[in-house]
């Protein structure tokens, strides 16, 4: 196998975070921020790209190439690796950025590659290449809701993604299609056939609250489904917010909140 072989076991449940136990000299590959707590005698390192083609022995200009692709998807163009220099066992936990789930993938059993979310990835064994997936229909990057380009995740180790909400796994049978508001659509196997659709009817379209397209994905392969995307959350939460300069709360639904509107809110 190219990829490091890893131990590892969740914990929590609508804000997890991943426990991966480290032999020595294994080492792990997490984005920039994800790292919750380390034990002594692991080493921690800032690479360029994801690390995987220091093992097929590529030069700088291989980096910058991983580098640049993980820029393209928005990401930085840095990651950390995480060693075991020690003589024993040790372990290193990595958490989810918002509310939802972390999802182990063993690459392996889907043929090694996923195509998942651009902000989808948490960490995965050294060796697991994360590159870009270019969509094949313009109108699937246009209005996908998640861009043009989407993350494909390729090898024969673990790796871990995350999404919000609940997460549901589901497989297609040949011919099966199933229609996704493109913002929950988490990852996918590669032999699943990804388009964009309008949603039919002008009255729907403008005043149905669920957005102008949503995805179609045709069987055979598997594909999961996030019940909470981060932009739905973030929407949510926005429009809570205290809309008063500077950001202080006028008192909602308090007196103090009525004298304020009556005021004019001066």
């Keep these: 196998m190219n990829n490091h072989e890893i131990d590892y076991k969740l914990y929590g449940d609508d804000m997890q975070f991943v426990e991966i136990e480290l032999d020595p000299q294994e080492t792990v590959v997490a984005e920039a921020g994800s790292l919750m707590m380390m034990e002594d005698n692991i080493s921690m390192e800032t690479i360029f790209g994801d690390g995987s083609s220091s093992l097929s022995g590529a030069g700088l200009m291989g980096k910058l190439m991983g580098a640049g692709k993980r820029m393209l998807t928005g990401e930085s163009l840095f990651m950390t690796t995480f060693t075991n220099v020690g003589s024993g066992k040790r372990h290193v936990y990595f958490a989810s950025p918002y509310p939802g789930k972390v999802i182990p993938m063993d690459l392996s059993q889907y043929n090694g590659k996923i195509i998942c979310q651009k902000d989808a990835f948490l960490a995965a ?17 246009f209005f996908g809701g998640e861009g043009f380009i989407m993350q494909k995740l390729e090898g024969d180790g673990l790796a871990f993604i995350h999404a919000g909400g609940t997460i549901h796994h589901k497989s297609l049978q040949v011919g099966e299609t199933l229609r996704v508001d493109t913002g929950c659509l988490v990852a996918m196997t590669s032999d699943v056939d990804y388009n964009i659709e309008m949603v039919k009817g002008v009255k729907t379209a403008l005043f149905g609250g669920e957005g102008l397209f ?15 995307p981060f932009s739905r959350l973030a929407s949510r939460v926005f429009a809570a917010a205290p809309q008063t300069p500077g950001g202080g709360s006028k008192g909602e639904g308090s007196i103090a909140g009525g004298i304020f509107d009556l005021l004019g809110g001066k």
């Design 125 to 141: 064994a050294k060796g697991v290449s994360v590159g870009i997936e270019f969509q094949r229909k313009l109108g699937t990057g």
């Design 214 to 228: 949503f995805a179609t994905l045709h069987g055979p392969g598997t594909v999961w489904i996030q019940s909470l």
